[in-house]
């Protein structure tokens, strides 16, 4: 019933990842705690539309000035995006390594 139901709820939500890396492998590791950190950091800015990168804060500060609806849910979609990038490149980089 509060803002901060989202910071509770998020380790909830992060909670999938390492729950599937451990039924993958049987165990819980680094990589995947860190799935899970990346996760639940993640979750409030996702939800509150605050700052994960430039164009990002760029997004919340507009948000926060000049609220509309259709700003939120451009906002909401980049966060969505760049968190599947930011994945992503997680991916890469462990395959490139």
Known sequence: MTP???????ASGAMPPVLGWA????????EAMLL???LFA???PHFWAL?????YLCYAVRLYT??????A?????YSSVYLATLF?????????A
Do not use: K
Request: charged share 15%.
């Open 51 to 55: 700052a994960l990168g430039a164009l």
């Open 36 to 38: 899970f950190l990346i």
């Open 23 to 30: 039924a993958v492998t049987g165990e819980v590791t680094t």
């Open 4 to 10: 901060q139901n989202i910071v509770i709820g998020g």
């Open 66 to 71: 000049a609220y509309s609806d259709r700003l």
């Open 88 to 96: 992503a490149a997680l991916l890469v980089e462990h395959y490139l």
């Open 42 to 44: 993640w979750t409030p």
């Open 73 to 77: 849910q451009r906002c909401f979609r």
